[in-house]
């Protein structure tokens, strides 16, 4: 089974197909694709694209290309609601070490989901969650 969770930039990233995106991320990706395995995206990272690109830290556009993704048969994008579930995991991702609030809920939805997260996030890795990057 080749099916993961995808962080916020890295699935922007690999949908805008940059260079920011590492090899064995962009691998991982066309694996799952290959296979028919889904790609989980978190809806906390609908959210954050939304912030990032009003913040004129994405361009504009990327939250369309996401929602468009996500909404189409052919991407494998699976989103993942914020649901009880999940917050409940986000117990398990120390404040300490994951400050940031999205990251732990995109760490918690890994968690649950029982698969590898798929992030270059250091401090999400440090903190004992499966990465790959």
Known sequence: MAAVVAGTHS???SLLQS????????ATFNQATLLGD??????ISVVETRY???KGK?????LARLTSALEGNDSG???????LSVAEAVEQIP????????DRIIAATALYLDLPLVTR??????AGIKTIW
Do not use: C, H
């Open 58 to 62: 994405l361009q504009q556009g990327t």
């Open 11 to 13: 699935v922007f990233w």
């Open 38 to 43: 889904p790609i989980y995206v978190a809806s």
């Open 95 to 102: 404040r300490e070490a994951v400050p940031d609030m999205p």
């Open 77 to 83: 994008l699976v989103l993942v609601p914020l649901d």
């Open 52 to 54: 990032l690109e009003e």
């Open 121 to 126: 996030d250091g401090k999400i890795k440090a």
């Open 19 to 26: 260079k920011k995106l590492s090899a064995n991320a962009l």
